[in-house]
């Protein structure tokens, strides 16, 4: 047997060894727009009875699709709820993986496309209003807590989150982090080509007072007991002094594997230097890249995005058996991290 598939074998016995097992039950999830907010649209997966019929979630030549039982009833709760966020341009597919994992070990798991940074949404009024992003996750929590037919399904008690990429950018905000438009002024001025710098130039992030006043506020939310952060970009934008304060648990991983842009020495490594030592675990897997956060592709995955987006085929580089196994090791951390094994 090959080295990473005799890793896979042992890490899906032992997460099966530490927790229920559940069948990962599925419904779609729509938040109606209110005052100053906009529609939110997803997934919720949720911990169903064990003889729930499974079956794709979605039908793609690229991404293997993880099961699911397809408005399943749901097993008998409250369950710790985690909330996702996805990078730029991404969506709330791109951990399903993720969710279906943590579904079967008893997670409720909620996740939403950000309107204006995500795959379908790329409105550049809608991408400038970068302040929602922490606001929408805030949203999700409100819906699940309150809405009559979930109510009974997350223990407001335990409630998590999740972010890759730009969505690790939106944890970090919700658990305390303070945007400063200046730090990150001087830290471009002396680094323009870094990633983080263009992109949030591009999408015209705190130019206007108005916009500074909400990209600066405080956009914490105190229900979220922990985080797990996934190869973040935008660190060096966040306030020193807010990092310094953030006590609450974050699990951060890095990837050494730097194929997308963002420099690890400014991102996921300066934030652990920032936080408090007692709140942080930091991973830093040797052969783990950016885009192994994402699914697991098809076989012919990687030759399909080269022919159709030349370019985007990196994203499938290493992404079958190699990815899954690093998928796995993934979801044990998590998973125990969240439960605080």
């Known amino acids: 047997m090959k080295p990473f598939l005799h890793l896979l074998a042992l890490l899906c016995t032992a997460a099966a060894a530490s927790a229920q097992s559940y069948s990962p039950g599925l419904r779609d999830l729509h938040i109606p727009e209110a005052a100053d907010t ?12 064990d003889n729930a019929a499974l079956e794709p979630v979605y039908d ?13 009833k749901p097993a008998p709760g409250p369950f710790p709820l985690v909330v996702l966020s996805h990078g730029m341009y991404g969506n709330a597919l791109n951990q399903a993986w993720l969710a279906a994992a943590l579904a079967r ?39 699940l807590l309150t809405a009559p037919e979930l109510a009974a399904l997350a223990d407001p008690a335990r409630i998590y989150m999740a972010g890759h990429s730009l969505g690790g950018f939106t944890a970090a905000l919700l658990a305390g982090a303070r945007y400063d438009a200046d730090k990150l002024a001087r830290a471009c ?40 952060l996934f190869d973040l970009g935008g ?24 194929n997308s842009g963002l420099t690890l020495d400014i991102e996921s490594r300066a934030l652990v230097n920032a936080l408090p030592a007692a709140s942080v675990r930091y991973i830093e897997p040797q052969t783990l890249s950016h885009f192994d956060f994402l699914g697991i592709c098809t076989p012919a995955g990687e030759a399909i995005l080269a022919a159709e987006e030349p370019g985007d085929e990196i994203i499938c580089r290493g992404g079958g058996a190699e990815r899954a196994a690093k998928h796995q090791q993934i979801i044990t951390e998590v998973a125990a991290f969240f439960r605080g094994d």
């Not at 906009?38 to 009875?49: F, I, N, Q």
């Not at 080509?193 to 007072?209: D, N, S």
């Not at 934008?237 to 991983?253: H, Q």
Request: glycine content about 6%.
């Open 38 to 49: 906009r529609p939110l649209d997803g997934l919720l997966w949720y911990p169903a009875e």
């Open 60 to 72: 793609s030549k690229v991404w293997e699709a993880p099961l699911a039982a397809r408005a399943a």
């Open 105 to 143: 070990q008893g997670f409720a798991v909620a996740a939403i496309s950000h309107p204006g940074t995500s795959t379908w949404s790329r409105e550049p009024d809608l991408s400038r209003q970068l302040w929602q992003r922490p606001r929408d996750i805030s949203r999700v929590i409100d819906h």
């Open 189 to 228: 001025s002396q680094m323009p080509e870094e990633l983080v710098c263009g992109v949030l130039k591009g999408w015209q992030i705190a130019e206007t007072p108005a916009d500074r006043a909400r990209m600066e506020a405080d956009l914490s939310d105190p229900r979220i007991k922990a985080f797990a």
């Open 235 to 258: 660190t060096q934008s966040f306030d020193e002094g807010s990092l310094e304060r953030i006590t609450r648990p974050m699990l951060v991983y890095g990837a050494p594997i730097m």
